[in-house]
């Protein structure tokens, strides 16, 4: 029997409840509400925390989760679910981008942020303080923003702990996706970083582009965390056998280097977005200048499959327009002169991943 009571500040589900409502964020600057539902089980098991709207501009997500937070029923449940639909409201509610307008910063680069700090790194700190450090599991949900195309994946850091690798690997390979994307490394400020850095076990899961907010998409999201919470015992497990996977490792991000428009050379299919194998050298596009017409033309620095890349039209110096991966060989690691040096090329704290 689990007989504790299920606290986030201000809001508490008793063991068989589910409590929801908000939750407010002193970002020293600002407060801010943090939609929260609680779903404490009766049953023991691991506590799960799963957040939505990191970033602006990528509905789905948060449309899923609060399927899912309506879905979930805490008789059914072994252990404790947390759900954030809206980790960032600034960013969610205003501008819809991935910095907050507050102060123009991504959360997903400062976890797990600083109480100290401005109002977004206060923000990461809030969310680690009140949700990840006290989870045995994280899942963090992302989607092609309205200015990227992406292949779904799950995407995992490893942390040189074998048990948490491990852990880590089997529920990466839980939600049905067949691309999973692992970091060779735990560092920088994204979220499922930061907390495989602190030993929770913790995944981004990507699904959808464009910013769209298609209810098949949605559904289908739905499905992929139903399928991990019984892979993780919080729910009854249904018989059904994992879906295959390929594992991938970062080889590239690429970014701009020049203001102006942006045509990328990698094939875009107008509906299904089909985006080609690369090799290093291959062209990935041209950013030209609206002014004078001047080109620069934009090579893959490694080969690889593109996972995710720019579709606006306007691109500033430093904007992401393609991360590659290529399929992932254990034996490389520890060969470290065969493997490119991962996340070549890449922006300072991902191998990759910008969602
Ligand atoms: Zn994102």
């Keep these: 029997m689990n007989d504790a009571t299920l606290s986030v500040g201000s809001l508490h589900a008793q063991p068989g409840t589910k409590a929801r409502g908000t939750v407010q964020a002193d970002l020293g600057t600002l407060t801010v509400d943090i939609p929260l539902t609680l779903v404490n089980g009766t049953r023991p098991g691991p506590r799960v925390v799963i957040t939505a709207g990191v970033h602006g501009g990528e509905f789905t997500p948060i449309d899923a989760v609060v399927r899912l937070a309506d879905r979930l029923d805490p008789r059914e449940v072994h252990g404790q679910v947390i759900v954030c639909p809206v980790a960032n409201p600034p960013a969610v509610y205003q501008g819809r981008l991935n910095i907050s307008p507050v102060d123009g910063v991504n959360l997903n680069r400062v976890f797990p942020g600083d109480p100290a700090g401005g109002p977004t790194e206060r923000l990461a700190a809030w969310l680690f303080a009140h949700l990840v450090d006290g989870a045995d ?8 923003g309205i200015d990227q195309v992406l292949r779904d994946f799950v995407g995992y850091r490893l942390t040189g702990d074998p048990d948490l690798d491990k852990a880590t690997a089997e529920l990466a390979g839980s939600f049905g996706i067949e691309d999973v994307i692992l970091g060779l490394k735990a560092d920088g400020g994204n979220s499922h970083a930061a907390a495989a850095r602190r030993g929770v ?21 739905v499905d992929g965390l139903l399928t991990a919470l019984r892979h993780l015992g919080v729910l009854d497990q249904d018989g059904s056998a994992p879906a295959p996977i390929r594992e991938w490792v970062w080889s590239a991000g690429v970014t701009a280097e020049a203001a102006g428009l942006w045509y990328p050379e990698f094939s875009l299919d107008a509906d299904a977005y089909v985006i080609g194998e690369l090799v290093e050298g291959d062209v990935l596009g041209r950013i030209v200048d609206p002014a004078d017409g001047t080109e620069h033309t934009v090579h893959a620095p490694a080969g690889g499959r593109v996972f995710y890349g720019m579709h606006g039209l306007t691109v500033a110096p430093g904007a992401e327009l393609a991360a590659l991966a290529v399929p992932w060989d254990p034996d490389a ?10 996340g070549a090329g890449l922006g300072s704290d991902e191998t990759a991943h910008r969602p």
């Design 333 to 342: 690691v520890s060969r470290p002169d065969t493997l490119r040096t991962p």
């Design 201 to 221: 076990a913790a995944v981004l899961v990507e699904v959808g582009s464009l910013g769209q907010r298609d209810e098949p998409t949605a559904l289908r999201r």
């Design 137 to 144: 599991v994280y899942i963090d949900l992302h989607c092609g």
